[in-house]
């Protein structure tokens, strides 16, 4: 019934969609839950905070990447201010940020699981356009012909040795180690947004990575892109459910050269593990596919479940639980639950014209709903978080705490959102998502981060972005009985 096409004089526009997009998608209000929480800032010395990360050995500190390039240690074992120390600069790599709005940087990174030994720490970096691993896929579509179809960077993951300065007991690059900043891989990005770029290790030991739909909108060719000219670097379906690209996925890739499981990678460079569901594909590295910009991701402390936010078109924002290799999250022919039409209608001006149509729970089957999802009657762009395993919040525990970077666009009314992981329901509309902080934030929220006793952090910038001197982090803690 829902691929039955029943056609809507009204609804066609120039696009000529057949289909009637879904006024309020999520009808339910995100409301202020039983549990309250307050913010104290740690610092504000940081411009672009995107992810709060731990290093084995290193009990006190918790690392912040910062768009900008840097990686930045903050003592937080205290609960008060903290200081930032750059442990490590990679900004003379990257091609932006350049704007307030601009979404390349300096994006993720990973301390190795052997760090105290091995000293590694892997990062997700946006640079110059150069050779690459993976090229785009090519575009036959006549909106091109005769166009240069030039991608607007690289996504590149890098490994780099850190040493203890045995005077401060800081970390820093060694400078004994050869190879800093040793290449692993590098993909090719046809639009500068939807970059993904968050890097953890899973409990597996392995490096799991996220990348987006290759940007634009609407994971599609031909319309309309930023700069004016016809979108490229997403023929046929999309990014997201083509097995040809690593564009729009989840991968997980083994860094170790000397763990002889798995095979070797086509460039030499890193492992492909066991257990990857396409190792015969043309990317092997697939773990999860079907996302489109799935920003910040996680790992359950206590239980090591997956949960991935994947940032939305217009519509639908979600958060998806990675239960085995092979899934498919839908994207782009679902957003969130609801089936998915890039062909919209004539919207003068808008760079998306794509629209959800129809909910649709549990259909096709072959795709995975969200665990839990809203609209943008309540947000602009999921952030991911993490599932409470602290002390400090008890009535969080359990609780998947994230939120979404601001209410309308850019008007720096962050929102702390959180629902029952561990009691969630089978049905996505039966997760009910609550507010954790009623009131604008006062900043946009573009991370979370988690310390080594898993309490957590909400990392904010005002409305200058990346390009100013807005950056905060802010501990979280439990404001209510
Ligand atoms: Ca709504
Ligand atoms: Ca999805
Ligand atoms: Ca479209």
């Known amino acids: 019934m829902l691929l039955t096409l029943s056609i809507s004089p009204a609804a066609l526009g120039s696009g000529g969609s057949a ?13 202020p839950g039983p549990v309250q929480v307050a913010l104290t800032t740690v610092t504000t010395a940081v411009t672009a905070p995107l992810a709060g990360i731990t290093a084995p050995g290193r009990a006190r500190e918790l690392f912040i990447v910062d768009q ?3 990686l930045w240690s903050l003592d937080v074992a205290s609960g008060g201010p ?6 490590l600069d990679v900004s003379q790599l ?3 940020p350049q704007t307030p709005t601009d979404e390349r940087g300096f994006l993720g990174a990973a301390f190795s699981p052997g760090f105290a030994t091995d000293g590694l720490i892997y990062t997700d970096t946006s640079e110059a356009h150069g050779p690459a691993d993976y090229r785009l896929r090519p575009s036959n579509d006549a909106c091109l012909v005769g166009r240069p179809q030039t991608p607007d960077h690289l996504d590149v993951i890098r490994e780099w040795r850190l040493a203890t300065d045995p005077a401060t007991g800081a970390l820093h690059l060694d400078p004994s180690a050869a190879n800093q900043g040793r290449r692993l891989l590098a993909i090719e990005h046809p639009q500068a947004n939807h970059n993904a770029g968050d890097l ?3 409990p ?7 990348d987006g739909d290759g940007g634009g909108a609407d994971d599609q060719n031909c319309q309309e892109n930023f700069d004016g000219n016809p979108m490229f670097g997403h023929p046929g379906g999309g990014n997201g459910q083509s097995l040809d690209t690593p564009l729009g996925k989840l991968l997980r890739i083994n860094p170790r050269l000397s763990d002889t499981r798995g095979t070797l ?15 015969n594909g043309t990317v092997p590295e697939i773990y ?21 936010a994947d940032v939305g078109q217009n519509d639908v924002e979600e958060v998806d639980l990675v239960t085995r290799a092979g899934l498919d999250f839908g994207w782009r022919v679902k957003e969130g639950t609801f089936r998915f039409d890039p062909d919209g209608f004539d919207l003068k001006g808008a760079h998306s014209d794509g629209f959800p149509f129809a909910n649709a729970p549990g259909v096709p089957a072959a795709l995975t709903d969200p665990i839990a999802q809203y609209d943008h009657d309540e947000g602009t762009a999921i952030i991911g978080g993490y599932v409470y395993r602290g002390t400090a919040m008890p009535a969080l525990r359990g609780h998947y705490v994230f939120g979404d970077t601001s209410r309308r666009l850019n008007n720096q009314h962050g929102r702390l959102f959180t629902f029952d992981a561990d009691h969630r329901a089978a049905t996505t509309a039966d997760n009910r998502i609550s507010e954790l902080r009623e009131g604008p934030l006062d900043a946009q929220l573009i991370g979370f981060g988690q310390d080594t006793a898993h309490e957590l952090y909400a990392l904010v910038f005002g409305v200058q972005g990346p390009r100013g001197d807005t950056g905060a982090v802010l501990r979280l803690r439990q404001a209510t009985p």
């Open 68 to 70: 900008i390039g840097k």
């Open 204 to 210: 597996d030991g392995l490096l799991y990575i996220t």
């Open 265 to 279: 990678s086509a460039n030499g460079q890193y492992r492909i593990p066991v257990g990857n569901p396409f190792p």
């Open 200 to 202: 953890h290790f899973g």
């Open 288 to 308: 999860s596919f079907g996302l489109r910009n799935p920003f910040r991701f996680s790992f359950d402390a206590a239980n090591g479940n997956l949960w991935v």
């Open 82 to 87: 903290a200081t930032p120390r750059e442990v």
């Open 94 to 96: 990257l091609v932006g």
């Open 19 to 31: 289909h009637d997009p879904v006024g309020d998608p999520v009808p339910p209000v995100i409301e």
